[in-house]
């Protein structure tokens, strides 16, 4: 259900938390978006110079390239089984007929292709000009930002770019932005506090929440700025709810680092996105009611790959091999190394999206609310 709101409770209560039109936010009030498109930042050129040895194979092609002719045509009707039925037979090609999507060292990875530079989406995460190893960093290459930042990380493309279905063709991230729009789960609502000046201000405060409410759509299944969404609490208190310092800069806001937890769900999975060094910027449309931004930080490693590994019957379509991409993430993971092994254990990565206009109501507002009935 979504809250219709009188002029007497946007005034009351709901007036810390009611994005207004940007140009007139008054002093001290609070902005609200939730997340409407959130994307693995892939770089693409027209004709993927970033993949010059080509995009790498799925399961169903590793699998039947290892059958003969006779088994090939007699496992796949000669090849008029569609991929989706082949697909439970692809995935076991474990010596004991183990399915590698979830025990991907069964097998020995196939080769890998990266994808490579010039340019990525992405932030200097390691602050360094080369990517030589740090403390927190392994050594690795660099990209240059594509709106030319020099020197920006993104080892998530540079791992996920060549892989057919995370391109923008493929089906993997249509599907998951797909699915949170269809059914509500693993929303994120972005709440911006203590905004003074909505062009520059050099102390504000933004913070994470899950909704429990679905996106409100119109007739044409368009997202609707300035809808109501109520945030996902356990005794009172947010389940996310992790900030980060920020500032404005005409018109843009920029975040400080720190470590976030963000809700997800997509390809029919849930779980929380863990990023270390978490930034973001996001330019606020003039009106208010629309923003688009880039965020960035330090993707833990097996998280990602149960997530790449466990997208399950989707992979038939959208070409993918778990063993091979598992095996290439810990290769060049660059990322908070194992003090014991000193291998790194962080993907970086960087996340395009885009938000509309919210009020994120909290628990106490929902109260005043119920209590104005």
């Not at 990023?275 to 960035?296: N, P, W």
């Not at 993971?333 to 194992?338: E, H, M, V």
């Not at 092994?341 to 109260?367: M, N, R």
Request: hydrophobic letters at 35%.
């Amino acid at each position: 259900m979504k809250f219709l709101r009188s002029a007497v409770l946007i005034s009351a209560a709901l007036c810390a938390s009611a994005p207004v039109a940007i140009a007139e936010a008054p002093p001290n009030r609070t902005l609200g978006f939730t997340v409407t498109i959130w994307d693995f930042g892939i770089y693409e050129t027209r004709f993927a110079d970033e993949c010059p040895a080509g995009m790498n194979p799925g399961y169903d092609e590793i699998w039947w390239r290892g059958l003969s002719k006779e088994e090939r045509a007699e496992k796949t009707a000669n090849g008029l089984n569609s991929r989706l039925d082949r697909y439970f037979n692809a995935i076991r090609r474990g010596p004991n007929g183990e399915d590698v999507a979830m025990n991907p060292f069964s097998v020995p990875p196939e080769p890998f292709l990266y994808a490579v530079g010039p340019k990525s989406y992405g932030f200097n995460l390691d602050g360094t000009t080369d990517g030589s190893a740090t403390p927190k960093s392994c050594k690795h290459g660099k990209f240059e930002g594509a709106d030319g930042t020099p020197a920006v990380d993104n080892q998530v493309f540079r791992l996920l770019g060549c892989i057919y279905g995370f391109r923008s063709y493929g089906q993997y991230q249509v599907n998951a932005n797909e699915n949170r729009k269809s059914n509500g789960l693993g929303m994120t609502l972005i709440e911006i506090t203590d905004v003074d000046d909505t062009q520059n201000d050099p102390d504000v405060t933004m913070t994470f929440h899950r909704s429990i409410d679905q996106y409100t759509l119109d007739g044409r299944g368009q997202f609707v700025p300035f809808s109501s969404y109520r945030i996902d609490t356990e005794n009172g208190v947010s389940r996310y709810g992790d900030s980060v310092k920020a500032k404005i800069v005409d018109g843009e806001i920029i975040t400080d680092a720190n470590d976030v937890r963000l809700p997800f769900y997509g390809n029919y999975t849930y779980m929380d996105q863990l990023l270390r060094d978490f930034r973001l910027k996001m330019k606020i449309s003039e009106d208010g009611a629309t923003a688009i931004g880039l965020a960035g930080g330090y993707y833990y490693l097996d998280q990602l790959m149960f997530y790449v590994c466990g997208v399950g019957p989707i992979a038939s379509s959208g070409f993918s091999d778990c063993p091979s991409t598992y095996a290439a993430a810990r290769e060049i993971a660059d990322g908070y190394p194992d003090p014991e092994t000193g291998k790194c254990t962080h993907l970086s990565g960087a996340f395009p999206f885009k938000a509309v206009a919210a009020f994120i109501i909290h628990p106490d507002q929902q109260s005043a609310e119920d209590s104005a009935k």
